[in-house]
């Protein structure tokens, strides 16, 4: 017998991928599915154990349960029109704690413009299963296999963040803006529509599973190399001072730990001035080039990108 | 403080909604909400805990997963056009019972002529989280707040076994037709669409917890009195057998248990033809009348019923 621990949840969706018939639009392999032409839709689960860390409140957690399926659905540039939850929860759990949950998904979905729509609540060990539906309008769905060789890789955001706050927590440092980014993760809901109203993007993703983790993604999806330069990723609040105070390689915090939100697109060269039209917020971080594989570059040095972990 | 298990599932649902914003066309309130005009959206979580008893393989645990939210769309007479499942899994379970599961899930997806479109997995206890879409295609969708007084109340099929499954395992009875019943219940989506189509039906839902619980629902929401006469009540394999031999009055079987999955609905006198004239088989058990609650009725004898259990 193998143990489910030994496959690993990447590898048991894989082997799922193996017998599962298949009818989606789009999908799967992407951060949402695409169904009936024009309906996106993504589930998520998010447990007490592994996505509240100390210092998280019920409130934040059920804005995180929410949030990282919204941030699926911007990261295919669909606008939100609903959101499932199911809430698993131990019996002696104070039901103020539910309502605060309840109450943290509410607000996450008012600030996707959209509301809760379903669910069910049963007893369990504190698992929030969310599941996020979004129209395309018809915009063109943006993908992680379209990125060509020659394109700019971009990001709509700061990195970091997260990374800095669970490594303060364990160093007993003081880091709340980087808590504030851990515990409140924004979905790029707006931003992820613009860019694919634009019809400029040719691939894009979030970084929920990390930089490192999806620029290898990326180059699978996409069949192409990308070389991404860690000098111009725009680092985070209390990044460097945390990797400072607790000799950690910056890198470290800025590709290899997930629960980031921002997105991760490439443009054509010829794009860029159109997406520089829009209100969207990027920095271009490097570029995509023939290969297979995503390399760090920095002067006079240049290494592969590993995996990340969260 | 006030702890979850006091408040009950039911209750807590409630709470929920005296805060949560709402914008669905149709729900809460219902077996799933409709959205967008026509679509339909339904989450429901499962256990092993609670929902796995002893018999019960890992694939049929799949099939019961997903078969309790397809029969929430067939309650509504909603098309499938999609299924995703998060799966909160042991980590020292055989890999090979998640794949059980998730084919028992994938089989009675395509049973209802639709496909596994996303989904997510993580350490858990053994809980799979569904979330089931449809879409009306132009149909109306049944509603628990249509039924009139004056009007018949039917049921889809025969009920009982999987209660009666339930108690012969407890007194050690062989009952392998009621098993069969309470592991691999069928969703009944053809028939759901049969009775949307014929715009005859005034209210429907399904009987997931219990024919007593469903019937107070009902008044509830139609603001109704029903009278139902169990003699007429159609009875699955084995009730009658298991009853006998463990001393049970029928009704209990029959009235005060979940894990049914026939439809229950309400049509004008002047619409029974038109039912009688599609493929859908259905029994006439009672009727609505003015009131506000249910009630069995038998020669010389009326009780109110109660809300089942699961």
Chains 1, 2 share one sequence.
């Not at 704690?97 to 509301?115: K, L, N, R, V």
């Not at 803006?177 to 924004?186: F, H, T, Y």
């Not at 995503?294 to 990340?308: A, D, I, L, S």
Request: proline share 6%; charged share 20%.
């Amino acid at each position: 017998m193998t143990r489910i621990s030994e496959i690993g949840e990447r590898g048991l969706i894989e082997d799922f991928r193996t017998f599962l018939r298949t009818g989606a639009d789009v999908g799967p392999g992407d951060d949402a599915a695409v169904i009936d032409g024009d309906l996106v839709v993504t589930s998520d689960m998010v447990s007490f154990d592994r996505h509240m860390p100390a210092g998280m409140t019920f409130e934040q957690f059920g804005w995180y349960s929410a949030a990282v399926s919204f941030s699926d659905l911007a990261a295919m540039g669909a606008k939100p029109i609903g959101f499932l939850a199911s809430l698993g929860l131990p019996g002696d759990l104070d039901a103020q704690m539910a309502y605060d949950i309840m109450s943290g998904i509410d607000q996450c979905a008012e600030f996707c413009d959209t509301f809760v729509v379903g669910g069910d609540t049963k007893p369990g060990p504190g698992i929030v299963a969310g599941t996020a539906l979004g129209r395309m309008e018809g915009r063109k769905p943006m993908l992680r296999s379209g990125a060509k060789a020659g394109d700019l890789l971009a990001v709509t955001g700061p990195l970091g963040a997260p990374a800095a706050a669970l490594l303060a927590m364990d160093h007993g440092l003081e880091a709340p803006d980087a808590m504030s980014c851990l515990c409140l993760p924004v979905p790029k809901v707006e931003e992820g529509i613009a860019l694919a109203s634009s019809g400029r993007v040719t691939a894009c993703m979030d970084l929920s599973d990390s930089l490192g983790t999806a620029l290898n993604t990326l180059c699978e999806a996409s069949h192409v190399s990308i070389e991404v330069y860690p000098d111009f990723v725009p680092l985070g609040p209390d990044v460097e001072r945390v990797a400072e105070l607790t000799g950690t390689p910056t890198d470290d915090l800025v590709f290899g730990c997930g629960g980031e939100y921002e997105l991760l697109f490439t443009v054509g060269r010829e794009g860029l001035d159109a997406l520089y039209g829009t209100d969207v917020e990027f920095t271009v971080i490097g570029k995509v080039a023939e290969g297979d594989r995503p390399y760090k570059v920095r002067p006079g040095r240049t290494e592969e990108v590993g995996y990340g972990t969260y």
